[in-house]
Structure formats: structure tokens, C-alpha cells
């Protein structure tokens, strides 16, 4: 399960609890910061094997993020992290769609969130307080999830999660795990089994491949998952089939009949087949067994042998598990109750700034060496000025005297090999001379103003182009995996190739061969590069000009348009000439000049192209705000028609939805459900292929109409669009 470890529960400088008097303004400011925190983090997390954000400031960041998007629902963005799962797969493996995505797990931190849980299955089932409900409980694994397929018992292939649609293909590896079965010889085994579970490495064994590879002069681990990450990861299965690695099965992807009819059934019948299932996983029927077993796991973690960072939950009876269906990343029948986190003191001996790709300045804690869950860290983020300075959101003080300051003693969260977060100063300890911290109000890097608009927690330069740090973010972000993902182009050579004036803007990359691969100054005459490793960089340029809309658009590195937004615009336009024209033409539009989002919503109606960009599900005013801004500055937009120029943009594929009578369709709710919650029925229209709109257009293909159905409902009959109920709509998608 790769959610990251631990959690906390103390409560922060800037803790997300802090939101009673937070502006519209400043949320939105917040959301997008937390944004890009969290899409950092997941790529580092799940592609390198090397995470740069604390466990604990990850759990803490997400919690924060769902709280505003529960408070301010009009302000979800495209690219909310509660709409990620994983990261994009790495190069280096074939890929693997999954045939069902794997899906994250959501969080519970205490034993009211637990409590919730199994109130809202409650709620979203209709179900009376009293009906019994029984939940499976296991042991929540510290390493990484794999979907092994079987086709008449043979393995046929495994595949890591990647993003939850699409894997790393490490079949040869994962052949070489003796907890793995080649074959499943018993005879209730279907001829289609997707397994899934864990892989992960026991302390022993972690402990002593750490001892032949300090022996030998190799890489050391900093932790059992890391370690089973890598190793699972390897290029060469040989290198796999040296590490020890096991495995424990716990769920099912696509099976061509059932196995069970509840989730401990299945778990039986898993053992059954020859894989290893986690003992201490029981059958609960209250809530205050399900506390009881998390707590007895607790008090016997240190005695397992390996890694675990909670207990999941998951409800027993698998025909109400497929009524409850999923939310976007997360199954809406399962929770992972996480454990606290490890905390330690240590010395804050400086604070510096960088200057991110948005021309964001982000300050970082310098910290005194401390060994924190056994691994020593050194650096942590200190997000914005009003963290530092002790302030939540609103900008008041959580406490007096709790600001950060060089010189305080400061406790920081676990961080595993990660960049951790201070969590709490010792103010009593605080030296004489320490001085609060004068936040800059230049760009360190380019000599700008740094301003802060009114609702932004965030400082930002305001030399755009001109400041060199922006520029070379922006171009990191341009490379980065999840954008163009240059094999062999990656943030050093950015830096140095900007450092030394070869590239200055994404199309220069496309432009290098014809500049560097001949004539006095080559590519292949600089120290670090050969003939064969210059011919290899210009071939992987030369391979990405064919690039999917989608990473096009995120790679140009807008704000707020983020992974997810990026996706959803190219499935909406399909193709660059039309995205391109749908932004140019709501540039003119009254909406896009609207003062604020009130006025902007009485101009829609006058503004078609804004209304389509806005209409698109996920997409709103932020987004397309940010795209008309962008496109109209006349040197950013030159860039980008350059870049263009040198591609051959493809449109996404579409998804199959073989057999659903909505695929494609938009599908509208309205007025009172009766057999089932409005949640259920959004999900299973999703589910299907159907877009689900929150109102009424000209776009709309049905509405669905229960009793109480008023202006949707008038505003569907004039203009002609198909109404049934919820009886009819029940029939049409059958057991789909």
C-alpha cells in the first residue's frame, strides 16, 4: 500500500484546523500552493524511490487540502491531490493498463475519523444505525503494491501501480519471489485472477543486504521500503532474484467469476491459492473491536519483523463494497487508520530561500544534523512567511512568541530519508540574541520585487522571464517525467545547458542538435558528455516532438494547471489547434475580465468559449484564468507557439466503456433519489463513461428527475433535452 508513513497528530505551526475565518481569496491561494507541494511529492515519492516531503507533513498537507475543499467546494481544482493517485510510471519498464485501477487508500488518524467512516457507509448505504456491519482489520504494509494476473492459473504478468490507470511491467521480476506462486493448481481458481498485495522486505533481511553492501562498497538503504522499491524496480531480474523479498495478498483485481462473497472469504481463499496473507488480519463487528485490534498491532509493531504504518479497514460483505463503489482515488469501503508520528529535537542553524518555477520563494530550514527514526535529516520546509512567523492562514497568531527563529530548538516530524517539517520551537530554550526572521521582499536571485497579493500565503518575484531561477524551473518542470520526460535530460543538465546560455526556453531543446551536435562548440566536447552519449540525448529529444496533448499542456508549467487539469482539457479539445483557438477566443470574452467571480458568472451567458473552458468537469474560473493569462502575455505566448512549431501533438485515446447506454454522455441529477443516495448515483454514471454536470446547458444529454425536480427539470423541457427518473434510469444501466 504506497501511501507514505507515518502520521502525526500534534498540531503544527499553520495546522489546517486553524480555517474558521479563512477568505475565499486566501483558500484558493492555499489550494494551489498544496497543489504543487503534493504532485512534487507523489512523483518523488512513487518514481524515485526517494521522497523529498516528510511522511507526516504529506498526511498533514492532504488533511489541509480536504478540509478547504470541504469549506470551499466551489474552489476544488483540477489538479486537487484528492483526485491523484500514485504518479506517472517511469521509462526503463514496459507499461501495463490494469485492467481495474488501483486504487489509493483514504486516511483516518484517530479513532472519531474511524468512527465516520463506518458512519458515512452508513449515510451512502441508507442504512439504520442499528444494521450490523462487519470489517475486515490487517496490518496496513510499509512497501509496494503489485497486481500479479493469472490467466488458467499461469502468471501471465505483474505490474507495480504506477498512477492507478497504468503500471511498470516488472513480470521477470517479480518471478523471482518465492511468495509468489507461477501457478495456481486449485481448482476454484478462475480463469482470470488479478492478485494484489504488497511486496515488501522483512528488518532481518533489510539488515543484512544494508551489511554485504557496505562489505562491498556498494549503496546502502535508508529503509526496508526503499529497499524493497528498489529492488523490485531492477532492470535486470538477476539483481531481484538476490534481494529478499516477499509478498502478502490482499485483494483481487479483475477475476471472470467470484471467489467470495465477503472481503475475510476472500482472504481465505487467497491462502488457498498458495499466497501469503497477513495473520493478524480478523473479522470485526464494532467499532470498539476494529480500535482494540489497531491498538493491540501498535504495541506488538516493533515485533513483527517488518515494516507496518497503520491497520486498514475495509467492510466484509463484498455486494454492499460494489454498491459503495469509488470516489476518484479511493474506495469508499476501505480506510487506512494510520499511526503517530516520530518526532525529535534538534537546532535551527539557517533559513534560505529558493525560487520556484511560479517565482513562488520558499523558504527552508538549515537544521543541525539529528538521526529522526533512525536517519539522519538535516533540511525541512518551512512553506511560507506566516509559518514562520507563527500565523495560521488569517494571518493571527496561533500563540505568542511561537514564531521560528535561527538559533530556536525545534522539533521536527519523522522523516524516513525525507525532507521533514518543524512541528513545535521550544520557546523556553530560545538563545538571548535569536531575532525574528525578516521574510525578503526582494528576489534573492534576480534582484525583483517579491510581493504578496492580498490572499496569497505565498510571496512571489515578480521578474517572470527575466529572473533565471523561474526560467530554470520552469524548464526542469518542462523535462520532468510526468511532462516531456527526456531520457537523459534531466534537472543537472538543465541547469548547466541554461547555465551556459544553450537552452533559455522549452523550444531550444528541439532546436540543441541543429545548434551543438556539429561545428567548434559540440555537445559531445563537454566534459561528462561522449559522441555516443550526445547522439543518445539529441534521439530522445528527437523521439518526444511526437508528445500527447495532455503532457504538452501540463509541461508548459501554468499555474495551477496541473496533471489532472491537463488531462481533462486535452480529453475536452482533442487536439492543440482547438485547445489553442478555445483559449484565444475566451481571451476576448466579457467573462475573462470580470473583476471577480460574481461578475464573471452574470457574463457567462455572453461568453461561450469561457463557458466551455469553465464547463468542462474539474475545470473552473482558476484554470481558465490562468490559461487566458498566460496566453496573453505576448512573450510567453511567442514561447509556446515556438515549442509548437516543433512538435507533432497527438490527441488521448478513448476509453472503452463497452456496452454503457451514457458512455460519452452528460448526464444531470436533480431533485429527490429514492433507491439510492445522490453520491451512489453520480459514481455509477461515472463509472460508466457518463459526465455528471451540476447543471442544466445545451450540452446535456439527460436528465435524471427525482420528486422536487424544479428549474433543472423546466430548464431541460425547453430545451428539448431527455428527462427520466430514477426508476428508468435504475433500468437503463441494468447491473452495469
Known sequence: ??????????????????????????????LAELADLLARANHAYFNEDAPDLSDAEYDRLKRENAALEARFPDLIRADSPSAQIGATPAEGFGKITHAERMMSLANAFDEADVA????????????????????????KIDGLSLSLRYEQGHLIHAATRGDGETGENVTANARTIADIPQVITHPDCPDILEVRGEVYMSHADFAALNARAAQSGGKTFANPRNAAAGSLRQLDAEITRTRPLRFFAYALGETSAALAETQSGLI??????????????????????IIAHYQSIAQSRATLGYDIDGVVYKLDDLALQRRLGLRATTPRWAIAHKFPAELAWTRLE?????????????????????????????????????????RNSTGEAIRAGRDIRVGDLVQVYRAGDVIPKIADVDVAQRPADAQPYIFPTICPECGSD???????????????????????????????RAAFDIEGLGAKQVEQFAKDGWITEPADIFTLEARYGSGIQQLKNREGWGEKSAQNLFAAIAEKRQILLGRLIFALGIRHVGE??????????????MFDAAIRAAMQEPAAHAPDAKSRKKRLEDSPAWAEITGIDGIGDTVATALCEAWAQPREYASITRLVGYLDVQSPAIRDFAGSPVMGKTVVFTGSLEKMTRA???????????????????????????????????????????????DAWLALIGDL
Open 116 to 139: 465516520e467512516f463506518i458512519a458515512g457507509i452508513r449515510r451512502y448505504l441508507n442504512l439504520p444505525p442499528d444494521a450490523e456491519l462487519a470489517f475486515t482489520a490487517e496490518p
Open 268 to 289: 481465505a481463499k487467497l491462502g488457498a491459492f498458495g499466497f501469503q496473507t497477513n495473520p493478524l488480519t480478523i473479522c470485526a463487528r464494532s467499532l470498539e473491536v
Open 450 to 480: 517579491a510581493l504578496r497579493e492580498e490572499g496569497d500565503s505565498v510571496r512571489r518575484c515578480t521578474g517572470g522571464l527575466i529572473c533565471p531561477a523561474q526560467a530554470v524551473e520552469r524548464l526542469k518542470h518542462f523535462v520532468s
Open 564 to 577: 489532472v487539469a491537463a488531462k481533462d482539457l486535452a480529453t475536452h479539445f482533442r487536439t492543440w489547434e
Open 350 to 390: 539557517a533559513i534560505d530561500i529558493q525560487v520556484g518555477r511560479t517565482g513562488a520563494l520558499s523558504p527552508v530550514a538549515r537544521l543541525a544534523p539529528v538521526t529522526v527514526g533512525g536517519v539522519v535529516v538535516s533540511n525541512a520546509t518551512l512553506h511560507n512567511e506566516d509559518y514562520i512567523a507563527g
Open 680 to 726: 451512489e448515483a453520480k459514481s455509477r454514471a461515472e463509472n460508466l463513461g457518463a459526465k455528471v454536470a451540476g447543471s442544466v446547458s445545451a450540452k446535456t444529454d439527460l436528465l435524471v428527475a427525482g420528486p422536487g425536480a424544479g428549474s433543472k427539470a423546466k430548464k431541460a423541457a425547453e430545451l428539448g433535452i431527455e428527462t427520466i427518473d430514477e
Open 1 to 30: 500500500m504506497d501511501e507514505r508513513r507515518e502520521t502525526s497528530q500534534q498540531t503544527p505551526l499553520g495546522d489546517e484546523g486553524h480555517l474558521d475565518h479563512i477568505t475565499s481569496a486566501q483558500a484558493e491561494a492555499r
